[in-house]
């Protein structure tokens, strides 16, 4: 479906600051159809002059809808809707008597004019489903007399308010809790969510006739509110945004709860006016204690899995302790040079915890792991050569499980080429090289050293380190691995990893 700023573009000739009100506006018309009960579609002008072009539409959530099919991106000529034509060109909300019938449905349609700076960019219809209308309520006549007000105010230019939008995943839709209050901040009318969302702060009583702001002083601690001046501008629906508060951060316990404890609002200020006389406002509510709570919970079980994380990196790093120690007990040989490498292959494996321990998620820049393997290679091979790695390409970023074999594999082939590439005091470069191609890493490891030996076979070779990378790359990573000669006459070792 093809979005308001590309139909403006294509269509119309309105400019970026006229696209830019009309997706204010978008943003908070959710809440104009669910008190208007009705379908919003947003018309934008023909450029050369025929007719208009649908630029986006919405559908209530209090109502059946009136338009069954989508209908953005659809053109319609001059003289199809008079009531939409007049209101572009008259620059007035124009309403008709009788309904339009649209497969066997009545709809009551008013034509809505939208105003930026003087002009009329676009017109809003407004078109409600009759066969769900039934005898009001106190709570749909107040619907309704609040979306006739914000339709004058988009037609006067006065609405939307630049500045803080609603629709953001947390903003209170106007089912959560709806307050109407009137130009010294006193609810004149209160919807039962509302009044059930107030009960948890401890209030008694109704909140009709209450000073909003006064009241939630009464009943919020000072801590766990803003300040004065936004508490009495946003309540007092004098200022158009969002505010957060409650009686603590979440709730403890159930008890607490039930007594009224604990809650967390979010609270969504609307205010009205006629020309420039501020005359009341909208205030939606929205109660976010257990979207709290569970934000809580998140926080620390990512806090419990870094600690988690640190602590195996300890123990890992005690772990190597204890086996360099016993290899030098053992003194030289082969024994000791089987513990200097389960060292190193403890230590690339501690690398990944240490880097997961300080990470928000359960991702890492494998690139920062790659770079001190590197330095941890260039370290334990310069007792017999001089071996410098350099990086090519980008790993990127890996979840969790694939850090540690990719650790492990792209360790072990390092090593392996540095410590069987090159003879005592020969120097040599190792280029280790990653790219990501067609939903796959791929890994080079190339030196320039003596080569593989005479009849070298990976299906065959004793080599334990082979053996763990081959066991890595085809059991845990789910890739290939293959070597051969290189270009620059030492030896080639590319794995495959997909990343799907």
Do not use: C
């Amino acid at each position: 479906m093809p979005t308001l700023a590309a139909i403006a573009r294509r269509h119309t000739g309105l400019g970026e600051a006229d696209v830019a009100w009309l997706q204010l506006l978008q943003a908070d018309w959710q809440i104009i159809a669910d008190l208007s009960f009705a379908d919003l579609v947003l018309w934008l002008p023909d450029r050369a002059g025929a007719g208009f072009w649908a630029g986006a539409q919405v559908r209530p959530t209090t109502g059946p809808t009136a338009y069954v099919d989508d209908i953005v991106g659809n053109a319609m000529p001059p003289g199809r809707r008079p009531l939409v034509d007049a209101a572009y060109e008259l620059g007035r909300v124009m309403r008709e008597g009788d309904p339009e019938w649209r497969d066997d449905v009545p709809v009551r349609v008013e034509a809505v004019p939208v105003r930026r700076e003087g002009r009329v960019i676009a017109v809003m219809s407004r078109n409600t489903n009759l066969l769900g209308i039934r005898t009001p309520s106190r709570l749909e006549i107040s619907y309704l007399q609040s979306a006739g007000d914000l339709n004058k105010m988009i037609a006067a230019g006065t609405f939307p308010a630049p500045g803080q939008r609603s629709d953001h995943a947390d903003s209170p839709r106007v089912g959560d809790g709806f307050l109407r209050v009137d130009a010294a901040g006193r609810v004149v009318y209160a919807s039962p969510n509302a009044l059930s969302v107030y009960r948890k702060l401890g209030l008694t009583d109704d909140l009709a006739g209450h000073l909003l702001a006064d009241l939630t002083r009464d009943l919020v601690p000072a801590r766990w509110r803003p300040d004065e001046e936004t508490l009495s501008a946003v309540l007092g629906a004098r200022a158009s945004r969002d505010i957060e508060f409650g009686t603590s951060s979440a709730p403890t316990t159930a008890a607490a709860e039930g007594a009224g404890e604990g809650a967390v609002l979010i609270v969504r200020s609307i205010p009205l006016r006629t020309g420039t006389e501020h005359v009341g406002g909208l205030i939606l509510l929205r109660d976010v204690t257990d979207l709290r709570r569970r934000d809580r919970e998140l926080v620390s079980k990512d806090a419990t899995i870094r600690e988690i994380h640190h602590r195996v990196k300890n123990n890992l790093q005690t772990v190597a302790a204890l086996l360099r120690l016993q290899a030098r007990r053992i003194g030289p040989g082969d024994a000791a040079t089987a513990l200097q490498e389960a060292v190193r292959r403890v230590g690339s494996i501690a690398i990944v915890h240490e880097t997961l321990s300080q990470a928000v998620e359960e991702t890492v820049d494998f690139d920062e792991i790659a770079d001190r393997l590197a330095r941890l290679v260039t370290d334990v091979g310069a007792a017999e050569a001089s071996v410098r790695v350099r990086r090519e390409g980008r790993f990127g970023v890996l979840d969790s499980e694939r850090a540690t074999p990719v650790a492990m594999v792209v360790m072990e082939l390092m090593q392996n080429a540095a410590e069987h590439g090159y003879g005592t005091g020969e120097e040599g470069v190792v280029v280790l090289a990653a790219a990501r191609e067609d939903g796959t890493l791929r890994i080079r490891v190339e030196d320039d050293g003596r080569g593989l030996p005479a009849g070298f076979d990976l299906d065959t070779t004793s080599s334990l380190g082979l053996s763990i990378v081959r066991t890595l790359v085809e059991s845990e990573l789910r890739g290939t691995l293959t070597m051969g000669r290189a270009e620059r006459g030492g030896t080639l070792a590319e794995v495959v990893v997909p990343l799907d």
